[in-house]
């Protein structure tokens, strides 16, 4: 029987991109929801990191299954790196991701002039544990620049405010086959399905 690895994430998007990413590594890769878990991890650090061990922990003791959780979301540098951490939870509870974004852009919007380039990046901390508490982290992150106004019909969160300038295209509007090769999500997943094989595998 293939050994199990829980994706810790409520969010149909990510999974999805997960899935997509892990789909030919020798697992059986499953979800929260699949193994009966509604329980939220509540996510008290400070850093990507230590939520993302916080939830791969947590998890991987709740399931007894080998865990992949992360931590990501959006840095502007002129906001002294906000959202950050609270990426999901910016302007608080029960907005959609829409919602979220056109109140970053507000906020934005409200400088002078003179304070563009929004440069910004999306950062990612993937974190594996196994049930006996050993844990594993990798990070990556993609650079970009906040836009004026959203474009794109792809991805999720704030993918339709972020430009690449390497790619000349929001997030938004790259395939889902391209995002999982350039984003932070995919560098940082890369990293860690090598950390899955070498370290993980059929260890536990």
């Known amino acids: 029987m293939m ?3 829980v994706i810790a994430t409520h969010n149909q998007g990510k999974l999805r991109e997960y899935q997509a990413l892990l789909a030919d590594l020798p697992l059986t890769v499953t979800s929260l929801k699949a193994e009966g878990v509604t329980f939220d991890v509540d996510e008290t650090g400070v ?3 230590e939520n993302a061990v916080l939830k791969a922990q ?6 007894d299954c080998l ?3 992360d931590d990501s979301g959006l840095e502007v540098d002129l906001l002294e790196g906000r959202p950050g951490v609270y990426s999901a939870r910016y302007g608080g509870p029960g907005l959609t991701d829409q919602q979220r974004y056109q109140k970053l852009l507000a906020e934005l919007q409200g400088l002078p002039p003179s304070s563009k380039p929004w440069t910004a990046r999306f950062r990612c901390v993937v974190a594996l544990a196994l049930p006996d508490g050993t844990v594993k982290t990798v990070t990556d992150s993609v650079e970009g620049v906040i836009t004026d106004e959203p474009r794109g019909e792809h991805g999720f969160g704030y993918d339709p405010i972020v430009f ?3 790619f000349q295209c929001t997030v938004a509007e790259l395939s889902p086959a391209q995002k999982n090769q350039i984003s932070h999500r995919g560098k940082a997943a890369a990293q860690a399905r090598q950390t899955l094989l070498k370290s993980f ?3 536990g």
Request: glycine fraction near 0%; hydrophobic fraction near 45%; avoid cysteine.
């Open 58 to 63: 947590a998890y991987a003791k709740l399931t």
């Open 3 to 5: 050994q199990k690895l």
């Open 47 to 49: 850093t990507f990191e």
């Open 201 to 203: 595998v059929n260890s």
């Open 164 to 166: 690449l300038p390497d």
């Open 67 to 69: 865990t992949w959780a």
